[in-house]
């Protein structure tokens, strides 16, 4: 198993930039694909961006491309989210998770992280 814990949750203006971070603990970081999702008020959960367990990315949302970058830093077994260019539509709760590899679940998540964008 691997418990996953987020942090960086903050409240920015439109336009502005912050960085989420998840960190892993447990069985070994590098064994697992991680992604980050996010779930608004009154929507349904959904995939931000996601990568492989050597830090290739294989999906971003069509709203986030070009202003999130997610990356990975198995040394310090940590996901990181840097989202720039922040918009009030970015305003959700976002999760980490993590799976055994393409095609499967997202067995593990983490407990989440506000962040909210003011227009």
């Known amino acids: 198993q691997v418990q996953l814990v987020e942090s960086g949750r903050g409240l920015v203006q439109a336009g502005g930039s912050l960085r989420l971070s998840c960190a892993a603990s447990g069985r070994a970081f590098s064994s697992y694909a991680m992604g980050w999702f996010r779930q608004a008020p009154g929507k349904e959960r959904e995939a931000v961006a996601n990568?492989?367990?050597?830090?290739?990315?294989?999906y971003y949302l069509d709203s986030v491309k070009g202003r999130f970058s997610i990356s990975r830093d198995n040394s310090k077994n940590t996901l990181y989210l840097q989202m720039n260019k922040l918009k009030p539509e970015d305003t959700a709760v976002y999760y980490c998770?993590?799976?055994?590899?393409?095609?499967?679940?997202?067995?593990?998540w983490g407990q989440g992280t506000q962040v909210t964008v003011s227009s």
């Open positions: 990568l492989t367990r050597i830090g290739l990315t294989t």
């Open positions: 998770a993590a799976r055994v590899g393409p095609g499967t679940e997202y067995e593990y």
